[in-house]
């Protein structure tokens, strides 16, 4: 037996014959190139102008001071978000950049 044919052999019975995979090769760009140019562009669909969605927010008051049971003022932040705990994050955060005492006094939704 020849090793030859025997590869022949195996090589046809995997992948078929050679004339069958011409018949399936995918097109070539420049048969694709002539179908695309002689479409027409479409339009560009125009951008409604969408109402202003609703923005959730909370308020959080909290009591700050600068002196350790000394005088304190109270102080409302607004946060633009549904969860209490970022809320609350956020106002002492920002409580924290002017005074040395901050304590949460309430968080009500707006």
């Given at each position: 037996m020849?090793?030859?044919?025997?590869?022949?052999?195996?090589?046809?019975a995997?992948?078929?014959?050679?004339?069958?995979?011409?018949?399936y090769c995918?097109?070539?760009?420049?048969?694709?190139?002539?179908?695309?140019?002689?479409?027409?562009?479409?339009?560009?669909?125009?951008?409604?102008k969408?109402?202003?969605?609703f923005?959730?927010?909370?308020?959080?008051?909290l009591?700050?001071?600068?002196e350790?049971?000394?005088?304190?003022?109270?102080?409302?932040?607004?946060a633009?978000t549904?969860?209490?705990?970022?809320?609350?994050?956020?106002?002492i955060?920002?409580?924290r950049?002017?005074?040395?005492?901050?304590?949460?006094?309430?968080?009500?939704?707006?």
């Amino acid at each position: 037996m020849d090793p030859k044919l025997a590869e022949e052999e195996m090589r046809r019975a995997l992948f078929g014959d050679a004339e069958q995979v011409a018949q399936y090769c995918a097109p070539t760009e420049q048969e694709l190139l002539p179908d695309i140019l002689d479409k027409q562009p479409t339009k560009a669909t125009e951008k409604k102008k969408v109402a202003k969605a609703f923005t959730p927010r909370l308020r959080v008051t909290l009591r700050v001071g600068n002196e350790f049971e000394g005088n304190t003022s109270e102080m409302v932040h607004e946060a633009d978000t549904l969860s209490t705990l970022l809320a609350e994050q956020d106002a002492i955060k920002a409580a924290r950049k002017k005074f040395r005492f901050v304590e949460v006094v309430s968080i009500r939704s707006m």
